[in-house]
């Protein structure tokens, strides 16, 4: 049966999550683009994909139905006006020029949804286009890519984010994943399962407005929603965002929580995520410093037009948290033992856990200090492999996009 899309909190029961399993794409990564690519090695393919399906089977024994990006969009490519569609904005780069932008248009124009999948997601590199020979294709590198390889759909998170029965198609930040948000669009414009719920799904946001990354959203409880500014998400980007969730009536309050702009700390989730309704799994050696500004929406009654947003002092982070949620303390739980284990392991996403359901977790088997803490704070802990996978820089939350999770029991 399917679930009614849609998610208000970061522990609902999850019933419903969409992954990419790792594919060629991933092939293309070499010590010269992976910087640029944002991963930190060069991954063993078929053991990151061992390692993803175990992931994914872990998921679905814990009855969790499993959506496959890829498969979601060669469906949504069987649509003549999908595949026009995503053509189009694929070959829009401005490096193409416009006899390579039409040869390769006709050629993708001829390929059947799977492989126009294959190509929209593992790119085209220079040296594979036959026959199209023209100035372009002569004067750039035979290694160049003429349409880019998204090794980082990997991370389903960041490239939409679901809020309520609305999924906000986020903006990425970085040049080398804009492009990943122009399909999770499409998905959710085109594929019938989207578009058949009544009116369409919903959306709020978008890939063309102000940056925000769905791994520094978090949904803290139904109506509160932290969001974190850093490397990723703007501080315009957290400004539209809680200005469209307040129009659309999907929370009272966003947290904006500034984060370092480092590598270690890229999202929000990277050095926390929720494992309970009150319990929370964080880095210690940002836990003091960290801080949040309290948004609040415009009250119309009293004359407040849309574009104000009331925005109170900044404060400890789990203060404001606690505060909007309506409880008395978010527990927080440590990650690792000491500072190094905990570096260390925060850095191999020791915090990047994905909830289940309120006290069960995935997370990475590798980082035992952070683990042991959480089943000795009461979390039933669902251990993985991801000596490849982490080469991306991310967990198991990081590689999921939770589409259907249980509304909270109120209590
Ligand atoms: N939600 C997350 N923490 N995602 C991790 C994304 C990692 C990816 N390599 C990037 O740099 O963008």
Not at 48 to 55: G, L, V
Not at 83 to 96: E, M, V
Not at 119 to 136: K, P, Q, S
Not at 280 to 295: C, E, H, K, Q, R
Request: include cysteine.
């Amino acid at each position: 049966m399917t679930h009614a899309h849609g998610a208000d909190s970061e522990v609902g029961r999850l019933q419903t999550v969409m992954l990419h399993r790792p594919g060629d794409e991933l092939k293309r990564l070499t010590p010269r683009n992976n910087d640029r690519l944002l991963f930190d090695g060069i991954p063993w393919v078929a053991r990151a994909q061992e390692e993803h399906d175990a992931f994914a089977d872990a998921l679905r024994s814990l009855d969790v139905e499993v959506l496959y990006l890829t498969e979601l969009l060669t469906e949504t490519l069987e649509q003549e006006s999908a595949r026009n569609h995503a053509i189009t904005t694929a070959l829009s780069g401005l490096h193409l020029g416009d006899t390579l932008r039409q040869y390769l248009a006709v050629a993708l124009r001829e390929a059947s949804p799977a492989e126009l999948t294959a190509y929209l997601t593992a790119g085209i590199r220079n040296d594979e286009v036959r026959g199209g020979h023209g100035l372009v294709t002569s004067l750039l590198d035979e290694h160049d890519f003429l349409v880019d390889p998204l090794p980082n759909l990997l991370f389903t998170r960041d490239s939409s984010v679901w809020v309520r029965d609305r999924v906000a198609v986020t903006s990425l930040a970085m040049p080398a994943r804009r492009r990943e948000t122009q399909l999770t669009e499409l998905i959710y414009t085109e594929h019938p399962r989207f578009a058949s719920v009544p009116g369409g799904t919903r959306k709020i946001h978008g890939w063309h407005q102000e940056n925000v990354e769905g791994g520094d959203v978090l949904l803290m409880a139904p109506g509160v929603i932290a969001v974190g500014v850093g490397e990723r998400t703007t501080p315009a980007g957290v400004e539209r965002f809680a200005r469209q969730v307040f129009h659309a009536e999907l929370a009272h309050t966003v947290l904006a929580v500034p984060i370092a702009q480092e590598r270690a700390t890229m999202h929000l989730d990277t050095v926390c995520t929720m494992v309970d309704v009150d319990k929370i799994v964080m880095y210690p050696n940002v836990a003091d410093s960290l801080t949040a500004y309290a948004v609040t929406a415009p009250d119309p009654e009293a004359g407040e037009d849309a574009l104000t947003l009331h925005v109170a002092d900044a404060e400890p982070f789990l203060v404001a948290a606690a505060k909007a949620m309506g409880i008395d303390t978010l527990h927080q739980i440590d990650t690792g033992l000491d500072p190094v284990t905990a570096e260390r392991e925060q850095w191999d996403d020791g915090n990047n856990t994905l909830a289940i359901a309120p006290r069960v977790a995935v997370a990475y088997e590798r980082n035992d200090g952070t683990n042991d803490r959480l089943e000795a704070a009461g979390i039933e802990v669902v251990r993985i492999a991801g000596s490849e996978l982490g080469s991306g820089r991310g967990g198991p939350r990081c590689m999921s996009c939770p589409v259907s999770r249980a509304p909270l029991p109120v209590d």
